[in-house]
């Protein structure tokens, strides 16, 4: 069974809410992973489209686990028929509900089986407040961010970096402002309190709510200026030094004074790790049995 996650190898460039799918299941799935392509385990990510089917043409089987929806339309005929695709778990409520399934598959992202790696609340906390962009704003302003961010006394996580540099910053954090997702959910895991964010007014919003739902946790971002900008245009550069850099820099250190950081209740993530813990186990058992056998 070949994992299956959303992955850009032509453009080289790492993400690592994309990233912690290879790190992760193959830990916890050594026995089952391969490169056979006749089945696909579909774990996080926002993967669950119309375009799902069009990706497996041939009678593929798939497990779904702990994915979302979005990102497309969701028509029952533009998915797998039932004899080809299991749903084991999703990302949330607002998933079960697009597909029309029971609710109790509405568990949470599977990231959260990190804490099955850490000494949760044991680790050294070396940054009062550290910021993470979405990949989409680190590619083009990086340097800037990471600047705003050393003018502040905070710690710059860039969510290219590999899994696990970004899995040790956030442990060492108290406070985590993010525009990542995945750097929210895994600093939830990890007992880090954390402040959404984001520098695209056109954010996909359905898939933060899914999983905030599913945590029990109100999805209340802060809006934070969009630092990207044309590099040929040498006068929208010299007002961006300036106007946009020192306008975000402020916007950033309000939010860390005012905000108040989220954080679900201990007691229900850990209850959502062991329902994982548990699918994960009765996809095993199936793997086991031989359902993800095809014959073409």
Known sequence: MKLYYCNFPKSNTNNFGDDLNPWLWHKLL?????????????????????????RFPNPTKLAIFSTGVGYGSIH??????????????????????????DSNLAIADGA????????????????????????SQAIPASKIWKNICNDLGFRYIDPRCSVEE??????????????????AIVADALRVSWIPVYTNPHIFSFKWLDWCLSIGVKYQPKALPNLSFNPYDLRNIRYFDWNKKQKALNKLAQ????????LSDA?????????LEEKLQMFKKDV????FQTTI
């Not at 050594?30 to 119309?50: K, Q, Y």
């Not at 804490?115 to 979405?134: E, L, T, V």
């Not at 939010?255 to 989220?262: G, L, M, R």
């Not at 007691?267 to 329902?275: A, G, R, V, W, Y």
Request: hydrophobic share 40%; with cysteine; glycine share 8%.
């Open 30 to 54: 050594p026995d089952v992973l391969d490169e056979d392509d006749c089945s696909r385990f579909i774990a996080m990510g926002t993967l669950i489209n119309n375009r799902l089917r069009l």
């Open 76 to 101: 029952f005929g533009d998915l797998p028929s039932d004899n080809l695709m299991k749903i084991y778990c999703l990302r949330g409520p607002l998933s079960a509900s697009a597909l029309g399934v």
């Open 112 to 135: 959260l089986l990190v804490r099955r790696f850490f000494d949760i609340g044991d680790s050294q906390k070396s940054y009062k407040f550290s910021f993470m962009p979405h990949l």
């Open 166 to 183: 970004v899995l040790s910053l956030i442990s060492q954090t108290e406070v985590l402002i993010t525009e990542a997702m995945h750097g």
């Open 255 to 262: 939010i860390a004074d005012f905000s108040i950081p989220n």
């Open 267 to 275: 007691s229900k993530i850990e209850s959502l790790t062991i329902q």
């Open 288 to 291: 086991g049995k031989g359902y």
